[in-house]
Structure formats: C-alpha cells, structure tokens
T-cell receptor, first 109, second 111 residues
Framework: QKEVEQNSGPLSVPEGAIASLNCTYSDRVSQSFFWYRQYSGKSPELIMSIYSNGDKEDGRFTAQLNKASQYVSLLIRDSQPSDSATYLC?????????FGTGTRLTIIP | DTEVTQTPKHLVMGMTNKKSLKCEQH?????MYWYKQKAKKPPELMFV???????INESVPSRFSPECPNSSLLNLHLHALQPEDSALYLCASSPRADTQYFGPGTRLTVL
C-alpha cells in the first residue's frame, strides 16, 4: 500500500524563523509531489509542486526533493503568523493524489 | 485562473433526503475529482473523471453517485446518507491529471 508520512506536529516556530516540514513516501515510481496549505475549515490551497530532484524556490517557500531517499520537504523562510495552518504533502501516481496526514504549523508572534 | 466553484457552501439534510452537490470549472481541465474530508484527516478520494472516464474508490458506498454532464461540470448525488457521512466535500480539477486545484468545499451535515 502506498504511504505518505508526515510528522503531525504541532510544530511551533517563532515569527521570522525558518519552518521546516518533512514528508517521506513509499512508492519509488512517484513522479509528482505537492505541498498544500489548509487553514481550519477551508479547502487545501496548492503552494508548491516539484518534479525533479533538488530545490525549487517560490518567494518565501522552498521545496526540496530527494527521490533516492524518497523524501520531500518544504521550507518557509521569514515565517509569518499567517503561515499558521496545516500543511499537506501529496504524491501523485496514476492521476491520483495520496496525501499525508498533514503537519500543523503554528507561528508564534 | 485556477478557480473551481462549488455549491452549496453548506448543506443540512435528513437521512431520507436526496440532494446534489455541484462543482464547476471553466479552465478546460480534463480531470475532475470528488474528495471527502473529515476533521483533522487528509482528503480521501471518492471519484475521478479523467478524459471522460470514471474511476471509483471501491470503498465509497453506493449512496454517493457522481455525474459528469459535461467537461466543466461535476455533480455528486446524495441519497439516504448516514450521520457519519457528515464531512467537508471537496471538488478538485486538474489540467493534466497531476496538479490538482481545489474548490472551497461543501460542508455537509446529515441529521
């Protein structure tokens, strides 16, 4: 069974610091990886996609992928209170997304 | 533009009711999805319409039935639901059956 694992948290980070979120996956043939942000009571919002090994940066967000280690991470620089949310890692295979259980992130002012 | 719209935003129904949820996108995406999400859990895939072909999660009970009238519209018909079906129902669409964009969801309560 394909699995995507995340530390459920909660992860508390001071405002202005770097938040680091991690995700591992079990299926070696997975090719597409995504990070979604979900505020309480709202729907998931896509914030990053990554397909190749290495880093991908978008504003304050950096996604990192290591296919050999089956590991994908999300770094949030200069964390803001508005970054407080649950972050879902998702892995795509055969047109279907498998989600991790999510990491609850709290930014402390 | 990555907007997916869903109606209604909230729905309360009894166990004997029949209701429908509606999802619409006008981005020309060829794949659309229904998910169910319970509190503090990740979304669970229910149905996929991809390139006019339906895929079903076999664990989804038959009281849920999808309908795709055209490539922009996806409905979810609900009949004889149970209280445990209360959840946030999410629709998503994808241009190439990989990156998925979610609508705002319908909060369903079954009494």
């Amino acid at each position: 069974q394909k699995e995507v694992e995340q530390n459920s948290g909660p992860l508390s980070v001071p405002e202005g610091a770097i938040a680091s979120l991690n995700c591992t996956y079990s299926d070696r043939v997975s090719q597409s990886f995504f990070w979604y942000r979900q505020y309480s009571g709202k729907s998931p919002e896509l914030i990053m996609s990554i397909y190749s090994n290495g880093d991908k940066e978008d504003g304050r967000f950096t996604a990192q992928l290591n296919k050999a280690s089956q590991y994908v991470s999300l770094l949030i620089r200069d964390s803001q209170p508005s970054d407080s949310a649950t972050y879902l890692c998702a892995v795509n295979e055969n047109e279907k997304l498998t989600f991790g259980t999510g990491t609850r992130l709290t930014i402390i002012p | 533009d990555t907007e997916v719209t869903q109606t209604p935003k909230h729905l309360v129904m009894g166990m004997t009711n029949k209701k429908s949820l509606k999802c619409e996108q006008h981005m020309g995406h060829r794949a659309m999805y229904w998910y169910k999400q319970k509190a503090k859990k990740p979304p669970e895939l229910m149905f996929v319409y991809s390139y006019e072909k339906l895929s079903i999660n076999e664990s989804v009970p038959s009281r849920f039935s999808p309908e795709c009238p055209n490539s922009s519209l996806l409905n979810l018909h609900l009949h004889a639901l149970q209280p445990e079906d209360s959840a946030l129902y999410l629709c998503a669409s994808s241009p190439r059956a990989d990156t998925q964009y979610f609508g705002p969801g319908t909060r369903l309560t079954v009494l």
